[in-house]
């Protein structure tokens, strides 16, 4: 026997007109058949074989508001499809690569050519509406992370950024945005200061003094696009702090703009993203009653809001995203792929801070001993 006849088993042969292939997106070059990618330097769909360039449809037409009990409703007879190995075909080079059903972003690992798997779109119930390609490119997010690393005096001097920055990816994330119409009616308390002189202990002292009122009202207010990631995967505190986007420039979908990128599928659903939607637009609403009350303080303000009116959108937006280790402490940042905007973990050097603490008890040392004296 020789050792042919103890290799696997070859993958299965695709047929050209397979409904996999046809999920299957590559975009070759009109010059010279190479595969074109989305640039962000560019903002243009580049071939980086010849280096032609090619603009892409910038319409919205696609993009609506779509009332939230139609997902609901949808959500009830709704089977998620299982995440299954698949077996694609390379249109590049012909060889077949197994990939999971719900990867968005292929690379071929024989000849390297980046393709975006439509189909994994198809596992959720909602498909991406709308898209804001990147305009910040790897070097400007590089260059955004290295002069925000280097604020404060607390950065370690041992630092050096160039190693974890080989990290830095480009991914194009799933979002949700939520619009409403509320009407609120709110009661509550407002205190006005006020200051009387009294008399202790034989000295005159000024002391400040509370009248409060009973107020209430009601208002409107109508909440467009609020945000929520539709992924779990980056630490919403860092998500959350490289907003706002522009979703005004919101385009129509379309998957030739994340070729070449890494990107992710919805994994919070809709009906747990409007629940953080409801909290937050909750919170916004006490925070206009609260204005609404004025005063110079406050007590037992309650607010009731009936909502109204409610719709969504699925968005898919760029961020680059790094994790890095330092001294063997995981840290993470992020930067907003439309407006450059940077959030994350710093380390800090824990001999500066105790030099500056140091620092601090030596001055007010200094300060009592002086007076002593």
Same mark, same amino acid.
């Given at each position: 026997?020789?050792?042919?006849?103890?290799?696997?088993?070859?993958?299965?042969?695709?047929? /050209?007109?397979?409904?996999?292939? $046809?999920?299957?997106?590559? =975009?070759?070059?009109?010059?010279?058949?190479?595969?074109?990618?989305?640039?962000?330097?560019?903002?243009?769909?580049?071939?980086?074989?010849?280096?032609? @360039?090619?603009?892409?449809?910038?319409? !919205?037409?696609?993009?609506?508001?779509? /009332?939230?009990? @139609?997902? &609901?409703?949808?959500?009830?007879?709704?089977?998620? %499809?299982?995440?299954?190995?698949?077996?694609?075909?390379?249109? !590049?080079?012909?060889?077949?690569?197994?990939?999971?059903?719900?990867?968005?972003?292929?690379?071929?690992?024989?000849?390297?050519?980046?393709?975006?798997?439509?189909?994994?779109?198809?596992?959720?119930?909602? %498909?991406?509406?709308?898209?804001? /390609?990147?305009?910040?490119?790897?070097?400007?997010?590089?260059?955004?992370?290295?002069?925000?690393?280097?604020?404060?005096?607390?950065?370690?001097?041992?630092?050096?950024?160039? !190693?974890?920055?080989?990290?830095?990816?480009?991914? =194009?994330?799933?979002?949700?945005?939520?619009?409403?119409?509320?009407?609120? @009616?709110? &009661?509550?308390?407002?205190?006005?200061?006020?200051?009387?002189?009294? $008399?202790?202990?034989?000295?005159?002292?000024?002391?400040?003094?509370?009248?409060?009122?009973?107020?209430?009202?009601?208002?409107?207010?109508?909440?467009?696009? &609020?945000?929520?990631?539709?992924?779990?995967?980056?630490?919403?505190?860092?998500?959350?702090?490289?907003?706002?986007?522009?979703?005004? +420039?919101?385009?129509?979908?379309?998957?030739?703009?994340?070729?070449?990128?890494? +990107?992710?599928?919805?994994?919070?659903?809709?009906?747990?993203?409007?629940?953080?939607?409801?909290?937050?637009?909750?919170?916004?609403?006490?925070?206009?009653?609260?204005?609404?009350?004025?005063?110079?303080? %406050?007590?037992?303000?309650? &607010? $009731?809001?009936?909502?109204?009116? %409610?719709?969504?959108?699925?968005?898919?937006? /760029?961020?680059?995203?790094?994790?890095?280790?330092?001294?063997?402490?995981?840290?993470?940042?992020?930067?907003?792929g439309q407006t450059g905007k940077i959030e994350g973990e710093k380390p800090y050097s824990r001999i500066k801070i105790f030099l500056f603490i140091l620092f601090i008890i030596s001055v007010i040392s200094l300060i009592?001993?002086?007076?002593?004296?």
């Open positions: 026997m020789n050792d042919l006849d103890n290799r696997e088993e070859p993958l299965p042969k695709l047929a /050209p007109n397979s409904h996999l292939l $046809s999920k299957i997106l590559q =975009y070759p070059c009109n010059s010279c058949n190479s595969k074109m990618h989305y640039s962000a330097e560019r903002e243009k769909l580049y071939c980086n074989y010849c280096g032609i @360039e090619e603009d892409f449809e910038k319409a !919205s037409d696609k993009v609506k508001e779509i /009332p939230l009990y @139609e997902a &609901v409703k949808a959500m009830q007879s709704f089977s998620p %499809q299982s995440i299954d190995k698949i077996v694609i075909a390379c249109l !590049s080079c012909h060889s077949e690569i197994m990939i999971q059903s719900n990867e968005v972003y292929i690379r071929c690992s024989f000849c390297g050519s980046e393709k975006v798997n439509k189909g994994a779109y198809k596992k959720n119930l909602i %498909q991406p509406q709308g898209i804001i /390609p990147f305009s910040i490119s790897k070097q400007a997010a590089k260059d955004a992370f290295n002069a925000w690393i280097k604020e404060g005096w607390f950065r370690p001097n041992s630092l050096r950024t160039a !190693s974890f920055l080989e990290s830095l990816k480009g991914i =194009y994330l799933p979002f949700w945005t939520f619009d409403a119409a509320t009407y609120s @009616e709110w &009661v509550g308390e407002q205190g006005i200061y006020y200051y009387v002189t009294v $008399s202790r202990n034989g000295k005159r002292q000024r002391q400040r003094r509370t009248r409060w009122h009973h107020k209430s009202g009601s208002f409107h207010y109508n909440f467009d696009d &609020v945000l929520i990631a539709g992924s779990s995967n980056i630490a919403l505190n860092i998500i959350e702090n490289i907003y706002p986007y522009n979703l005004k +420039a919101v385009i129509n979908y379309l998957p030739e703009l994340m070729i070449g990128w890494d +990107a992710q599928i919805y994994n919070i659903e809709i009906d747990k993203a409007y629940a953080a939607a409801d909290l937050r637009m909750h919170n916004m609403l006490y925070k206009e009653a609260s204005r609404h009350l004025g005063g110079d303080t %406050q007590r037992n303000l309650q &607010v $009731s809001s009936d909502f109204s009116a %409610q719709t969504y959108k699925h968005i898919i937006l /760029p961020i680059w995203i790094c994790t890095y280790t330092y001294h063997g402490k995981i840290y993470q940042f992020a930067v907003n009592v001993y002086i007076r002593k004296s």
